[in-house]
T-cell receptor
Framework: GEDVEQSLFLSVREGDSSVINCTYT??????LYWYKQEPGAGLQLLTY?????DMKQDQRLTVLLNKKDKHLSLRIADTQTGDSAIYFC??????????FGTGTRLKVLA | DAGITQSPRHKVTETGTPVTLRCHQT?????MYWYRQDPGHGLRLIHYSYGVKDTDKGEVSDGYSVSRSKTEDFLLTLESATSSQTSVYFCASGTALANSGANVLTFGAGSRLTVL
C-alpha cells in the first residue's frame, strides 16, 4: 500500500531556513499536502501542490516536488519560534483515502 | 459552533470494555475520517467514510468499527478495548476546495484514550 516517510526531528535557529523532507510511493498522486500540528491541537492545512508543478511559493513557504524521485519538501524561510510544531506530509494517491507521514517535529531555537 | 467536535476529549477505561468515540461536523462535508496518533508512527488511518452508510477500512482497522447514519456524525467503536489501543484519536472531515481540485481535511481537537 501507499507509504509516506519523513524524518522525525529537525532543529534550527531562529531566522534560519528550515527544510522538511518527505518521500511517498504512490505515483498516481494528484495533489500532495503539508499539514501543521501545534501542541495539543489537531492538524491544519498549511499548503498543497498539484502534481504537475515543480514548485509552489506561498509567503515564507516554498514547496518543491520531484515527481520522478517521489520526493516532496517544505522550506520555511526566516523560521520563527511560532513555527515550532509537527509537520506532516499527506497523500491521497488520487483517491480520498489520505495517508499521512510520520510527522517531523520542528524545534526552533531562540 | 462550526467545524468538528469530538467527544469525549479524554477517557480512561479498562481492558475489555467497549468504547465509542463521537465525531460531529457542521460543514456538511461528504468525507469523514478516523485516525490514531502514536509516537513514532505519525497519523494512521483507521476507517473513513465517503457518504452516509458508506465506509471503508484504513491502515489499522483491526479492533475498530465505525458507523455513519447521518452526514454530520461519524462514530468509532472499540468493541473490546486493549492496551494497544491507548492513543490519541483524531476525526477529520474532507471537502474539495472551490477553486482547485485539491481536497482539504479539517481536524477535530482529538480524543485521548487510555486503556488500563
Amino acid at each position: 500500500g501507499e507509504d509516506v516517510e519523513q524524518s522525525l526531528f529537525l532543529s534550527v535557529r531562529e531566522g534560519d531556513s528550515s527544510v522538511i523532507n518527505c518521500t511517498y510511493t504512490d505515483s498516481s498522486s494528484t495533489y500532495l499536502y503539508w499539514y501543521k500540528q501545534e501542541p495539543g491541537a489537531g492538524l491544519q492545512l498549511l499548503t498543497y501542490i498539484f502534481s504537475n508543478m515543480d514548485m509552489k511559493q506561498d509567503q515564507r513557504l516554498t514547496v518543491l516536488l520531484n515527481k520522478k524521485d517521489k520526493h516532496l519538501s517544505l522550506r520555511i524561510a526566516d523560521t520563527q519560534t511560532g513555527d515550532s510544531a509537527i509537520y506532516f506530509c499527506a497523500d491521497a494517491g488520487g483517491t480520498y483515502k489520505y495517508i499521512f507521514g510520520t510527522g517531523t517535529r520542528l524545534k526552533v531555537l531562540a | 459552533d462550526a467545524g468538528i467536535t469530538q467527544s469525549p476529549r479524554h477517557k480512561v477505561t479498562e481492558t475489555g470494555t467497549p468504547v465509542t468515540l463521537r465525531c460531529h461536523q457542521t460543514e456538511n462535508h461528504r468525507y469523514m475520517y478516523w485516525y490514531r496518533q502514536d509516537p513514532g508512527h505519525g497519523l494512521r488511518l483507521i476507517h473513513y467514510s465517503y457518504g452516509v452508510k458508506d465506509t471503508d477500512k484504513g491502515e489499522v482497522s483491526d479492533g475498530y468499527s465505525v458507523s455513519r447514519s447521518k452526514t454530520e456524525d461519524f462514530l468509532l467503536t472499540l468493541e473490546s478495548a486493549t492496551s494497544s489501543q491507548t492513543s490519541v484519536y483524531f476525526c477529520a472531515s474532507g471537502t474539495a476546495l472551490a477553486n482547485s481540485g485539491a481536497n482539504v481535511l479539517t481536524f477535530g481537537a482529538g480524543s485521548r484514550l487510555t486503556v488500563l
